[in-house]
């Protein structure tokens, strides 16, 4: 299965993802946990990265697309894969087609998962992030359930930055919603209540599209 899951900062698509790859036993590749990971690491392509993931911007597509299509030729895609947080705009949808129709290997669905922007707002300004496996809390926790490290607040989680981010997903993000429904791909599932209900939801929806 390869998948491309779509939605705003906030809609849960990281917590979904991680969920979604393990039934689907996938690779979970997320943009935004590789330049995390550059940037802890102080690589070239994290602090390439820095400028623009501190004001919640867009890392330049050349940057971005060039990560993606490497990471696309790494062997644990071979039998599919779940893009969260790429692509982020229509020119980068453009670019992931072109990439995978040289490989005869399309992708099978984009899931979207909707939300109001009242309710992405509470969430991330009160969501914590661990610093050792990533995962993601909801409250004001300090420890991580899974590895034990430090939890912290993203610098892009801060209000001012949340409020760009959200801008930018509908200036730039929100367009490629059109795109997949566009190219038949399209799902979209309500990305509110309960964790393991959204998962099994879009489980279900997947699961349809592709019998
Ligand atoms: P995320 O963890 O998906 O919210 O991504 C955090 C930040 O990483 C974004 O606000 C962007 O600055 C950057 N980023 C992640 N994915 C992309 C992408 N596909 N294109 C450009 N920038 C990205």
Do not use: W
Not at 36 to 64: C, F, H, I, W
Not at 156 to 178: C, H, N, S
């Amino acid at each position: 299965m390869r998948l491309i899951l779509v939605g705003p900062p906030g809609a849960g698509k990281g917590t979904q993802a991680v969920h979604l790859a393990a039934h689907f036993s996938i690779p979970h590749i997320s943009t935004g946990d590789i330049f995390r990971a550059n940037l802890k690491e102080g690589t070239p392509l994290g602090l390439q990265a820095k400028s623009y993931m501190d004001k919640g911007e867009l890392v330049p597509d050349s940057v971005t697309n060039a990560m993606v299509k490497d990471r696309l030729t790494h062997a644990d895609t071979a039998n599919g894969f779940l893009l969260d947080g790429f692509p982020r705009n229509v020119a980068q949808a453009e670019v992931l087609r072109a990439i995978l129709a040289e490989k005869k290997t399309p992708i099978d669905a984009a899931l979207e998962l909707s939300i109001e922007n009242a309710e992405i707002i509470k969430r991330l300004s009160g969501r914590r992030t661990c610093r050792g496996c990533g995962k993601v809390f909801p409250g004001q926790l300090e420890k991580c359930d899974a590895c034990g490290a430090e939890l912290y607040q993203r610098d892009d989680d801060k209000e001012e930055v949340i409020a760009r981010r959200l801008e930018v997903y509908a200036e730039q993000t929100a367009p490629i919603i059109a795109f997949y429904r566009h190219e038949g791909l399209l799902i979209t599932i309500p990305a509110v209540g309960d964790v393991a209900d959204i998962t099994a939801g879009a489980i279900r929806a997947l699961s349809q599209k592709l019998s």
